[in-house]
């Protein structure tokens, strides 16, 4: 059960973790865990569970009974759940915290979080950057 939607947490391979991201992709994953471990946090990562399937609703007519067809499900993807084994870690806190840092000695920004640099600019606060 999560306090809020940034802060969450659930068992992964039988350890509570706090979940980082959901649905990453491989690459994603490699990022965080490097980053993560690089931070002192030990990282849990589990394949995602595929997406809940609503089954279609059964209309029976009078003149013709047919055999309700069977859901489809969607294809499965390579996406992963990230968690760390410390519950508490909110990924937003951790951010605006600066309480990342990255393997090159800088905070780790938003956008070095996001993957829009591949380097950290700690030296310059986001609300000053320009868009």
Same mark, same amino acid.
């Given at each position: 059960m999560a306090i809020n939607k940034n802060h969450e947490f659930e068992e992964l391979n039988g350890?509570?973790?706090g979940i980082v991201e959901k649905n990453v992709f491989p690459e994603r994953v490699?990022?965080?865990?490097?980053?993560?471990? #690089?931070n002192k946090y030990?990282? @849990?990562? @589990? %394949? =995602?569970? &595929?997406?809940?399937?609503? *089954? %279609?609703p059964v209309v029976k007519t009078v003149d013709a009974i047919e055999p309700p067809l069977p859901p489809l499900l969607p294809a499965t993807s390579e996406t992963s $759940? @990230?968690?760390?084994t410390? #519950? $508490?870690f909110n *990924?937003?806190? +951790?951010?605006?915290?600066?309480?990342?840092? +990255?393997?090159?000695?800088?905070?780790?920004?938003? +956008?070095?979080?996001?993957?829009?640099e591949s380097m =950290?600019?700690?030296?310059? &606060?986001?609300?000053?950057?320009s868009v």
């Open positions: 350890v509570k973790c490699q990022f965080l865990k490097k980053l993560l471990e #690089y030990t990282v @849990v990562v @589990v %394949a =995602s569970p &595929p997406p809940k399937v609503v *089954p %279609a $759940t @990230v968690g760390v410390d #519950y $508490t *990924p937003i806190n +951790a951010i605006f915290g600066r309480l990342l840092h +990255a393997p090159n000695g800088h905070v780790v920004t938003q +956008a070095y979080w996001q993957q829009k =950290s600019h700690d030296d310059v &606060p986001y609300y000053e950057q």
